[in-house]
């Protein structure tokens, strides 16, 4: 009956019935007494539930369990899945190692197995996570595809296989990396991969290697793709995960008001889970109030997020806007030295705000080999993304070309669908225009920014420009197009007549003196000509 109980349970686990799953669990242990596979069944159905302690309790069970039974392939499975649950559920990198080690000391004796396979993939996720160590997880991830493919464990080689294109991606081999993933992600969704947990992980490494090319508009689509999958199926951390990956994409591309209702829901269903995902969300939602300038609240979020790359980034920028420089590099350098120089892309997501906390802390040189290392790593990767994001880092350090980089910039960041990040870059082209002589260039510039930031609903950032543009009107010209627009005002044409005579549209003339009233600083057509016959410009 205890065996039936069991079996019955097993297969609810397999068809991502977990709360059925784990209520039979639990009577089979009541039944048979401390079986230690029962326990291990019960701490997966609560990974799924998303009960932390729960999970990791059942797991020690089934560890000591398979121990006491002489059984130290079973111990060693237990001691594996604790190596990355520690990681998961918040215990540590001190005790998800200490886990690692038993189970490697457990299977040392033994020949190479479907055990020792997936060792390897959690070394290749803790090498990856911890250590940021992306070699490394290469070289045991495709251990582990290798050993899948050669004992036909299909689960085992496409997760290792897809690992490896994770790490091949963060090492900026972005084509052979892709190619992995997706051939490991149309196996898994096209029935191969049998174990939903491990169907769900290669799906989501998909996507975060999306999001580390910057490749956003591939990202959106396989958020979206995998979010129906997880629904399909019931993978509700897998849901809260595509969720999370598809808010951040949203808060890229600039459609705030879905990417907040969807953070905000997100982090207070997380609130009380112990899964990474909770911090990722609240990092996310965070550097989206910085960006809308709301920095008391973003502040909060970002510094509960403390060890999430977003929220260091977030939090060293939040510092520069306040004039904290010193305290910006420190969290932006020592971020940097934490991430080997091979992690590319890694290194690409933080280096645009190292650039500006170093110029702004006098390391001119190291601001400058930032911007050659961004370069370096956009040039291998080559997306609108990371090549303007490069172009903006050159543009802000300076020099001869500082002008065209900006421009750069500009041009690929709106390509690219980044609009927040256009606006941010051309209030650094306009200073490269101002510095070399072009103060209408640099005006236009400004008001593009504006304009920008006003659109996407970045209150505090559009108020800063307008007070740069309040004070850059007086000394500013107008335009030989707009002088002659102004002579007609003058003379009384009407916007109609003014069309005829200069051969252009009501709509454009309409545009040049609503242009040539903000320039001057007035609110009405006769205060325009006034001011500019006050101040010759007529």
């Known amino acids: 009956m205890a065996s039936d109980t069991l079996g019955s349970a097993q297969r609810l686990l397999r068809a991502g019935r977990w709360a059925e799953a784990e209520a039979a669990f639990e009577r089979s242990l009541a039944g048979s007494g401390d079986a230690p596979s029962a326990h291990e069944g019960l701490a997966q159905a609560r990974w799924w539930l998303d ?46 190692r200490g886990w690692f080690a038993r189970a490697s000391g457990l299977l040392e004796p033994f020949p190479a197995s479907s055990e020792s396979g997936w060792l390897s993939v959690r070394e290749a996720e803790l090498a990856f996570n911890i250590d940021r160590d992306a070699a490394h997880a290469l070289r045991a991830a495709e251990s582990a595809q290798r050993l899948g493919e050669s004992i036909a464990d299909s689960d085992l080689a496409f997760a290792g296989a897809a690992y490896a294109g994770l790490a091949l991606v963060a090492l900026g081999r972005v084509r052979d990396g892709l190619h992995r993933l997706d051939a490991a992600v149309a196996a898994a969704t096209a029935g191969d991969v049998g174990d939903l947990m491990w169907l769900g992980k290669i799906c989501c490494w998909l996507i975060v290697a999306c999001r580390e090319t910057h490749d956003i508009e591939r990202a959106a689509a396989w958020c979206e793709r995998v979010e129906r999958l997880a629904i399909d199926l019931g993978l509700s951390p897998l849901t809260s995960e595509c969720r999370i990956q598809h808010a951040a994409v949203q808060v890229s591309r600039g459609t705030w008001g879905a990417a907040d209702e969807q953070l905000t829901a997100l982090t207070a269903r997380l609130a009380t889970s112990r899964r990474e995902a909770r911090f990722e969300a609240l990092a996310e939602l965070g550097e989206l109030r910085r960006r809308q300038g709301r920095t008391a609240e973003a502040a909060r979020l970002l510094d509960q997020a403390e060890f999430q790359t977003t929220a260091i980034v977030g939090r060293a920028r939040l510092r520069l806007s306040r004039g904290e420089h010193a305290s910006a590099w420190s969290l932006v350098g020592g971020l940097l030295d934490r991430i080997p120089a091979s992690n590319r892309l890694a290194r690409a997501d933080v280096l645009p705000t190292a650039v500006s906390a170093a110029l702004a802390t006098g390391r001119t040189d190291v601001a400058a080999g930032f911007a050659g290392e961004l370069s370096a790593t956009a040039a291998m990767i080559g997306t609108h993304p990371l090549l303007a994001f490069a172009a903006a880092a050159r543009s802000e350090v300076g020099g001869d070309s500082a002008v065209a980089d900006g421009q750069e910039a500009v041009q690929r960041f709106s390509a690219a669908g980044l609009q927040y990040e256009a606006a941010q870059s051309r209030l650094i082209l306009a200073g490269r225009l101002t510095e070399a002589g072009d103060a209408l260039g640099a005006e236009e510039q400004l008001r593009a920014a504006r304009d920008g930031f006003a659109l996407l609903g970045a209150a505090a950032d559009a108020e800063r420009v307008r007070s740069r543009l309040r004070d850059a009107v007086a000394p500013v010209p107008l335009t030989g197009r707009q002088r002659d627009v102004l002579r007609l005002v003058a003379a009384g044409r009407t916007n109609a007549e003014i069309a005829a005579e200069m051969g252009l549209s009501e709509h454009t003339v309409h545009r040049h003196i609503a242009n040539i009233l903000e320039r001057l600083g007035v609110g009405s057509r006769a205060g325009a000509v006034a001011r500019a016959a006050a101040e010759r410009l007529l």
Request: hydrophobic fraction near 50%.
């Open 51 to 96: 009960d932390g302690d729960g999970c990791l309790a059942a797991r020690e069970q089934a560890y000591r369990g398979y121990r006491a039974a002489d059984d130290p392939l079973g111990a060693a499975r237990a001691a594996t899945a604790l190596a990355w649950d520690a990681v998961l559920f918040g215990q540590g990198a001190a005790i998800a």
